[in-house]
């Protein structure tokens, strides 16, 4: 194992960020992300647990079934509840990340920018600030959707994994989804540096434990009500921390 490839290391990069959400230079550049990530999870949180009771109810009233099976559904609706629970936080975590992510690209690419330049004191050569973020809005949107395709196309086979085989699949898929993660995050400082998705895959690969310990607190953040509000910026944050201190002299 690589001196970069401990999973223990790339978890403590979501906490050596939290810090720097109010620092001068870098706190300006979080509050549009963070209200982003706020709004779009306030939706999803509010809807969520507004008519989750009521649809469980429906899906699970027993009125009309024989007596026997009420008794079933009875005896295991409390598990029931913990199942589809934790399938609507999933739901949540990734509608909304994923839409929360979308809009507010352009903003993170200014984030992880004033991160980058807090860290090392230098600006980025080639950037023109907000003005040149903006100009490259919708390639930014668009190198979000290619990632959302991606996401899309490897979640087939793993979202089988996950419901047809049994303690294997969820672990599978939990590693998926970090992997996920760490490239959707780590995308932001690497494409200011004009890498392209497929460079950032094979960066990340080389060091792939790490990048996945990274990943997996950040989905874990995210999941948790409210907490998931700072992750996006925190996450921003902790991605360019990586970048700078692992990546940035990496042969690509």
């Known amino acids: 194992m690589s001196k970069n490839n401990n999973p ?11 810090p720097l959400l109010t620092r001068p230079g870098i706190k300006s550049f979080v509050i549009v992300p963070l209200l982003i990530n706020i709004f779009f999870f306030s939706i ?3 809807f969520g647990f507004t008519y989750f009771g009521e649809y469980m109810e429906k899906f699970l009233d027993t ?21 589809f629970g934790l399938a609507l936080l999933v739901l949540i975590f990734y509608t909304f990340s994923i ?11 200014i984030l992880a920018e004033a991160t980058e330049k807090h860290l090392t004191g230098n600006s980025l050569s080639d950037s023109g600030g907000f003005k040149q973020v903006m100009k490259e ?14 996401m899309i196309l490897w979640s087939i086979p793993f979202l089988f994994m996950l419901f047809f085989i049994p303690i294997i699949g969820p672990i599978i898929w939990f590693l998926f989804t970090a992997w996920m993660m760490s490239l959707q995050y780590m995308d932001y400082p690497m494409a200011n540096h004009k890498l392209n998705f497929g460079q950032q895959r094979a960066l990340q690969g080389k060091n792939r434990l790490f990048s996945m310990g990274f990943g ?9 009500p409210f907490i998931n509000f700072i992750v996006m910026p925190t996450a921003v944050i902790a991605a360019t921390m990586i970048w700078v201190e692992h990546y940035e002299e990496s042969d690509i």
């Open 99 to 109: 839409m929360a992510n979308i809009v507010a690209a352009p903003f993170n690419s």
């Open 216 to 224: 997996g607190v950040t989905m874990g953040a995210s999941m948790i």
């Open 8 to 18: 223990i290391t790339g978890i403590s990069y979501l906490f050596k960020a939290l």
């Open 44 to 46: 999803g949180i509010y």
């Open 63 to 83: 009125s009309g079934m024989w007596s026997w099976v009420a008794a079933i559904v009875e005896f295991i609706k409390p598990i029931l509840y913990i199942v």
């Open 137 to 150: 809005l919708i390639p930014t949107i668009m190198m979000e959707i290619r990632k959302l395709i991606y």
